[in-house]
Nanobody, 132 residues
Framework: QVQLVESGGGLVQPGGSLRLSCAAS????????IGWVRQAPGKEREVVSC????????NYADAVKGRFTISKNNAKNMVYLQMDSLKPDDTGVYYC?????????????????????????WGQGTQVTVSS
């Protein structure tokens, strides 16, 4: 079965950095699109970044462009989200999510266009709190 386990969240001051990790199992990472989805207090759940399985192309929400970097290591089945210059508005639960090829075909989308509710598999989430 597909499993995703996030880690690396915590409390950080504004301007600080965190690196989130997602350990994937039960599938080959290069065949899935992987997204990082954020649930912020009082806000709609949003895909903040994603990376494609085939060519490794990346996408970012406008709110995190230039500050967050998504990457993956297919050999290790790991996906990362490096978060720099963190702001209080970045506070929330961050989920690692995976979308299969059939999902992309069903919705006729590339990974960067997937909404959070269109992903097939989810991790348990890790809390990120940005506060002074």
């Amino acid at each position: 079965q597909v499993q995703l386990v996030e880690s690396g969240g915590g409390l950080v001051q504004p301007g600080g950095s965190l690196r989130l990790s997602c350990a994937a199992s039960g599938f080959t990472l290069d065949l899935f699109a992987i997204g990082w989805v954020r649930q912020a207090p009082g806000k709609e759940r949003e895909v903040v970044s994603c990376i494609s399985g085939d060519d490794g192309s990346t996408n970012y929400a406008d709110a995190v462009k230039g500050r967050f970097t998504i990457s993956k290591n297919n050999a290790k089945n790991m996906v990362y989200l490096q978060m720099d210059s963190l702001k209080p508005d970045d506070t929330g639960v961050y989920y690692c999510a995976a979308a299969e090829l059939h999902t992309l075909l069903r919705f006729e989308k590339v990974p960067g266009d997937l909404k959070w509710y269109e992903y097939d598999h989810w991790g348990q989430g890790t809390q990120v709190t940005v506060s002074s």
